[in-house]
């Protein structure tokens, strides 16, 4: 039994070892990767927080709009609570640390990355 399969059945997804499911078959949608606005797929949730905050951080050097800089900083505050929250969580090595080891995430046991 590979890794892999013991991480499905500890999750209690799939059949037998070697079985595949069908995209959008997965029992816990958040497993699917999920896809970006041109179509690029994030590897796991901290990639899409990485690009998020990459992407407020240039429109609020971009935006002439002191409102719109304002809102995409209150944004850009949740983005860097959210990562500061996983990055917390993979220290303590708590039941969400946990879970994101089990779904594969490649930013397990980095902090920041």
Same mark, same amino acid.
């Given at each position: 039994m590979s890794a892999m399969d013991?991480?499905?059945a500890?999750?209690?997804g799939g059949g037998p070892p070697g079985v595949?499911?069908?995209?959008g078959d997965?029992?816990?949608p958040a497993e699917e990767r999920a896809e970006g606005p041109q179509g690029e797929l994030f590897e796991d949730s901290m990639q899409a927080l990485d690009v998020a905050e990459e992407a407020l951080h240039a429109f609020i050097r971009m935006d002439p709009?002191? +409102?719109?800089k304002a809102q995409a900083a209150r @944004?850009? +505050?949740?983005?860097?609570g959210l990562k500061g @929250?996983? +990055?917390?969580s993979v220290q303590a090595g708590d039941a969400k640390?946990?879970?994101r080891a089990l779904s594969g995430s490649g930013s397990i046991g980095v902090p920041g990355g």
């Open positions: 013991f991480a499905a500890l999750r209690g595949e499911t069908a995209p997965s029992e816990n709009d002191a +409102q719109d @944004a850009l +505050q949740v983005v860097l @929250a996983h +990055q917390k640390s946990l879970s």
